[in-house]
């Protein structure tokens, strides 16, 4: 499907996780968010903090305040480690960044509409060894925190279903494939398939996270591609994705190689 003779146009996204800042790795991570060019839309996909200190989110929002395109995140485990993680947000707000929490909003870029869903997603566990609603009320909550995120990504699914290009930002991973090299024993806690149901059935774009940080790379969710952007798997800050309005398999930029190689999920 194309609209209106757009789907030749795209939008160049970056994308990075688990940039752990603090204030030692201000200059680096400043140097390197500098020399970003030819992008349109940078996604932070959560622990963009060391150990939830606003003043470690400080370094983040510095790096990204002068950035000539939009910044969008969500925050991960290490940023809510603290019980500062709205402290965190006001601190990216205030440099540009927007932060979404279990919400949705829609960019035009480049004649595109770009819808973002981003909320941190949360454990659980994947088919097979899923934490169900049952049995100690602790144990009970933290099933109600996971659907609480599930509701969101299907939520705001809906509301940018009518963006050229749909893209979901999570920290936690919505599928085992992102965590293939992880010990298998700790998956629980890196995420939960749960959330790829709503993905599954609104079919976006691009699915991109964090939090695994010996995962692999590429994985999907059916023909939805999934992809950790967590430096530690990447192994470079950003990851850059071009997608076309149409529903076109989204290009990764392969900088090693200097080359690009298109998603065939």
């Known amino acids: 499907m194309t609209f209106d003779g757009e789907a030749s146009r795209l939008v160049r996204i970056a994308a990075s996780g688990d940039i752990h800042a603090d204030p030692p790795s201000r200059e680096r991570i400043c140097r390197e968010f500098r020399r970003l060019a030819d992008v349109d839309l940078l996604l932070l996909a959560g622990d963009l903090t060391t150990t ?22 969500v925050l991960g485990n290490h940023d809510w480690h603290a019980a500062r993680h709205a402290e965190i947000a006001a601190v990216l707000e205030e440099a540009g ?9 829609t960019l035009h870029i480049r004649g595109i509409d770009v819808g973002v ?6 454990v659980g566990g994947f088919r097979g060894f899923q934490l169900t609603d049952f049995g100690e009320p602790l144990l009970r909550q933290l099933y109600a925190e996971t659907s609480a995120e599930v509701e969101a ?5 809906h509301e940018i279903a009518h963006a050229h290009v749909q893209v ?31 993905i599954a059935e609104h079919r976006p774009d691009l699915v ?29 800050t950003f990851t850059r994705f071009h997608l076309r309005a149409g529903h076109a398999p989204p290009v990764v930029e392969d900088d090693s190689a200097g080359g690009q190689r298109q998603q065939t999920h």
Request: proline share 7%.
């Open 168 to 198: 979901v930002l999570l920290h936690y991973a919505p599928t085992m494939q992102t965590l293939e090299g992880e010990p298998s024993s700790i998956w629980a806690f890196l995420g939960s398939d749960r959330m790829a149901v709503p």
């Open 52 to 73: 939830g200190d606003p003043e470690q989110a400080r370094v983040v929002a510095e790096a990204c305040a002068e950035l000539p395109f939009p910044t969008i995140a």
């Open 208 to 236: 991109v996270h964090g939090h695994g940080h010996n995962g692999r790379f590429e994985g999907a969710i059916g023909d939805v591609p999934v992809y950790n952007v967590a430096i530690h798997v990447t192994g470079r």
């Open 117 to 122: 869903v981003g909320t941190k997603g949360f």
């Open 153 to 157: 990504i299907d939520r705001g699914l």
């Open 97 to 105: 960044v927007r932060v979404l929490q279990r919400e949705a909003t």
